[in-house]
């Protein structure tokens, strides 16, 4: 074994050990290269399938080599773990928005989007939840357009009980209009920028879901 393959085998182990020694690590296939990477020199026959994918629980960016008979394509929930699916998944190593595909990139949106309505349950949890970050920021601050205003309307709103679906946030808190279409712009500007000083949903402190 090469050092570099050594070093992405290493990068592997980290990434499923992230995830916690009992927890199965699912992302969502972005991009499939059937025939590995363009900028990889090597013969064709030294080269194994090399997918783009979104992990599910934090939305962590993933480049994932696969088995040369995987039976994988865009939009599938993967089990990107190598220990658990080795049948499928050769090795695994996270990566930057930079890193990813035009295709990765383009369907991205679209993912975080799904993602989102089939955890509905957890991301109106955020804004039952959401919590002071200092004493002049809250969380409820990071979301794109929600100000002062809109996030004293969602505090005095939920104090009168949780809210149950973007649906009834909606209904219930005055101006907000898109309270699904601001987390997932919200989850979009964490992937892009790594410049942001708070991460409310990328990275390994996301709030879990109940599954």
Not at 41 to 60: I, L, N, W
Not at 125 to 136: C, E, G, K, S, V
Request: no cysteine; glycine share 6%.
């Amino acid at each position: 074994m090469s050092d570099d393959e050594q070093h992405v085998d290493d990068e592997s182990a980290e990434a499923a050990a992230e995830t916690g020694a009992d927890e199965v690590m699912y992302a969502v296939l972005l991009d499939y290269l059937p025939n590995g990477r363009p900028d990889d020199d090597r013969p064709q026959y030294k080269k194994s399938p090399v997918g783009y994918a979104v992990g599910e629980q934090d939305f962590r960016l993933f480049e994932i080599t696969f088995a040369d008979d995987a039976d994988v394509g865009i939009a599938d929930r993967v089990d990107v773990d190598p220990d658990t699916n080795p049948e499928t998944i050769n090795r695994i190593r996270p990566i930057e928005y930079d890193d990813l595909t035009r295709g990765a990139t383009q369907e991205l949106e679209y993912a975080i989007e799904e993602l989102v309505d089939r955890e509905e349950r957890r991301f109106v949890d955020f804004y039952n939840d959401a919590q002071p970050i200092t004493l002049r920021l809250h969380q409820l601050n990071l979301l794109p357009g929600i100000g002062k205003k809109l996030r004293n309307n969602v505090l005095d709103e939920r104090k009168r009980g949780p809210f149950e679906s973007f649906e009834d946030l909606e209904e219930r808190v005055s101006g907000l209009h898109r309270p699904k279409e601001v987390l997932v712009e919200r989850i979009l500007e964490e992937l892009r920028d790594d410049d942001l000083k708070y991460r409310t949903f990328v990275g390994a402190d996301a709030p879990a879901s109940d599954d």
